[in-house]
């Protein structure tokens, strides 16, 4: 990640890691075969930055605080890795319903159960994750690449299909895999630019 966030994605490359961390090719390729491997291994260091950054944990029953919270936290790592965070927006995630920046199932599930403690319906709180990660996600890509960041993907993901793993561990998301799976995407977006829209324009009439 300290390559990264020196020289960005682009020196990326599993012989200059080698050569950094002092290890042979042969004795990292053990541990990452494949480059996309290791662009896994940091985005998932990355969300579980996230994850355990004690401001953004769920202590409140105020949902606002707690998004809050979470939404200046992201901001945070994003902005002390900025050459590293667009790898969160890039790489294939573990379920086709998890989103970036908040793309580990144990986000989604501590996210959902929150924001259901809160008094939220399911569905409710299913979209709440959808607009909530958009609006982190795309701010929070403009910011990092005004700050020189380079917001396109080194290479071509891996195309693999992204596979829902194992939901032992979470009831929350077990109970919403029907939720979670019919997602109408250009609703979504109307009802957004809707709601942006008469934002702009109660804000025009003060």
């Given at each position: 990640?300290?390559?990264?966030?020196?020289?960005g994605?682009?020196?990326?490359?599993?012989?200059?890691?080698?050569t950094?961390?002092?290890v042979?090719?042969?004795?990292?390729?053990?541990?990452?075969?494949?480059l996309?491997?290791l662009l896994?291994?940091?985005?998932?260091?990355?969300v579980?930055q996230?994850?355990a950054d004690?401001?953004?944990?769920?202590?409140?029953?105020?949902?606002?605080?707690?998004?809050?919270?979470?939404?200046?936290?992201?901001?945070?790592t994003?902005?002390?890795?900025p050459?590293?965070?667009?790898l969160?927006?890039t790489?294939p995630?573990?379920?086709?319903w998890l989103?970036?920046?908040?793309?580990?199932?144990?986000?989604?599930?501590?996210?959902?159960?929150?924001?259901?403690?809160?008094?939220?319906?399911?569905?409710a709180?299913?979209?709440?994750?959808?607009?909530f990660?958009?609006?982190?996600?795309?701010?929070?890509?403009?910011?990092?690449?005004?700050?020189?960041?380079?917001?396109?993907?080194?290479?071509?993901?891996?195309?693999?299909?992204?596979?829902?793993?194992d939901?032992?561990?979470?009831?929350?998301?077990?109970?919403?895999?029907?939720?979670?799976?019919?997602?109408?995407s250009?609703?979504e977006f109307?009802?957004?630019?809707?709601?942006?829209?008469?934002?702009?324009a109660?804000?025009?009439?003060?």
């Amino acid at each position: 990640m300290m390559l990264m966030d020196q020289k960005g994605i682009s020196a990326l490359t599993m012989q200059e890691i080698s050569t950094r961390v002092a290890v042979e090719p042969a004795r990292l390729a053990e541990v990452f075969p494949r480059l996309d491997d290791l662009l896994d291994a940091i985005v998932d260091a990355i969300v579980d930055q996230f994850f355990a950054d004690p401001e953004v944990q769920p202590v409140t029953p105020d949902w606002q605080e707690y998004l809050q919270r979470i939404a200046h936290g992201v901001r945070r790592t994003a902005l002390a890795h900025p050459q590293v965070f667009p790898l969160i927006a890039t790489r294939p995630p573990a379920a086709p319903w998890l989103q970036p920046p908040l793309r580990s199932l144990r986000w989604m599930e501590t996210f959902l159960e929150s924001l259901h403690q809160c008094g939220f319906s399911d569905r409710a709180a299913v979209r709440a994750y959808r607009a909530f990660s958009s609006f982190l996600l795309g701010h929070l890509l403009l910011e990092v690449s005004a700050l020189g960041a380079d917001i396109g993907p080194i290479d071509q993901p891996d195309p693999r299909k992204s596979r829902p793993e194992d939901l032992d561990g979470y009831p929350r998301l077990a109970g919403l895999q029907q939720e979670l799976t019919d997602h109408d995407s250009a609703a979504e977006f109307e009802e957004s630019l809707e709601s942006l829209l008469d934002r702009l324009a109660h804000d025009g009439r003060n």
